[in-house]
Antibody, heavy 118, light 107 residues
Framework: EVQLVESGGGLVQPGGSLRLSCAAS????????MSWVRQAPGKGLEWVAN????????YYVDSVKGRFTISRDNAKNSLYLQMNSLRAEDTAVYYC???????????WGQGTLVTVSS | DIQMTQSPSAMSASVGDRVTITCRAS??????LAWFQQKPGKVPKRLIY???SLQSGVPSRFSGSGSGTEFTLTISSLQPEDFATYYC?????????FGQGTKLEIK
């Protein structure tokens, strides 16, 4: 069974940093693209970033480029999102998701809440 | 970036109704489109991939169609558990983009 468990969320001040982690199990982690998707409170879904199996390709939504970095450690079956220069508008539940050969975000974690506030 | 516009943004319907939700892309995306269902407080669930392929385990009353710029999600006979918010997602190009969502409520 595919399992994705996010951690690292919390309250951070504007301009601060936070690193999210996603522990994956139940599948061969190194074989799949992985993604981060977020959802602000009461709002819709927003795709944030994804990363290729070997980490050689990474893509981001414009609003986080230069501030967020997606990475992975295949030896640890883990996905990360380093978030710097955080803004109030980054407040959201952040979901880790596994892609599939037939399309993105096939499996989702339960999410971790990031709150950016002073 | 490709913009995805869903319509309607919200709608009410009754159990047994046939419901159609539309998603329009600002430029052609072939069939690189998926549909998701999200219930309050729950994780989104993928229903349809490649515009018209039903995800395993999803009831056959759900169907998707379309290609290029216009896509539809149809629920042939609404069930009580189908009241939720539905999103489309294009993955033809980066950044991937979701529609704004369609909230389906009970009439």
């Amino acid at each position: 069974e595919v399992q994705l468990v996010e951690s690292g969320g919390g309250l951070v001040q504007p301009g601060g940093s936070l690193r999210l982690s996603c522990a994956a199990s139940g599948f061969t982690f190194s074989s799949y693209w992985m993604s981060w998707v977020r959802q602000a409170p009461g709002k819709g879904l927003e795709w944030v970033a994804n990363i290729k199996q070997d980490g050689s390709e990474k893509y981001y939504v414009d609003s986080v480029k230069g501030r967020f970095t997606i990475s992975r450690d295949n030896a640890k079956n883990s996905l990360y999102l380093q978030m710097n220069s955080l803004r109030a508008e980054d407040t959201a539940v952040y979901y880790c998701a596994r892609d599939h050969s037939n399309g993105p975000v096939r499996y989702w974690g339960q999410g971790t809440l990031v709150t950016v506030s002073s | 970036d490709i913009q995805m516009t869903q319509s309607p943004s919200a709608m009410s319907a009754s159990v047994g109704d046939r419901v159609t939700i539309t998603c329009r892309a600002s430029q052609g995306i072939s069939n690189y489109l998926a549909w998701f269902q999200q219930k309050p407080g729950k994780v989104p669930k993928r229903l349809i991939y490649a515009a018209s392929s039903l995800q395993s385990g999803v009831p056959s009353r759900f169907s998707g169609s379309g290609s290029g710029t216009e896509f539809t999600l149809t629920i042939s006979s609404l069930q009580p558990e189908d009241f939720a918010t539905y999103y489309c997602l294009q993955h033809n190009s980066y950044p991937h983009t979701f529609g704004q969502g369609t909230k389906l409520e009970i009439k």
